[in-house]
């Protein structure tokens, strides 16, 4: 979606900075250094997460919510997380955010839709469908999610495999 917003809109010249997770302490040094700038950034990091009693996010709620150093105008802040941890401090620091989106698991009807949809892209016929089902959901339950990057991994190693296979 990051990806979508940018090439949307870097005609216009929107600005994209990524930091990793240990630099999100220089947020409000960076935001400073963006204000009055013509141009707009976003400021990306994926995969935010925190340990246990992690000082981080206490800096990092302070720049969404507003503070003497309140994020400039032209400058968005989005992180992504993968972590699944309901810790108040953690929901607190969400809620700081506009807008969250989460992403949920499909549904098994769905999850192997969509491992079908990959394996047709892939112009890649499965023998039997079956099977290629009953692989997909043992794949899906060894990595614990039914999501877009689980069906996605699956799709691609069941395809490297079969086209191998095949050469033999």
Known sequence: MIKAILNKYKNEGLQLIEIECQH??????????LNGCEEHFIIYCDDLSF???????????????GSIGATPDNVLIYATSNH??????????????????????FNQEQ?????????GKFVVLAQDYDQLHKLALRWALEHDSRSGRTDWQFTCGWTGK???????
């Open 162 to 168: 079969s086209l191998l296979e095949n050469q033999d």
């Open 24 to 33: 999100m302490t220089e947020l409000m040094d960076i935001c400073n250094l």
């Open 51 to 65: 340990e246990v009693k992690d000082p981080r996010y206490k800096i990092l709620k302070v720049i969404p919510d």
């Open 111 to 119: 999850y192997l839709k969509i491992v079908d949809y990959w394996i």
């Open 84 to 105: 699944s941890e309901a810790t108040e401090e953690k929901i607190s620091l969400s809620k700081r955010f506009s807008l969250w989106l989460a992403f949920h698991p």
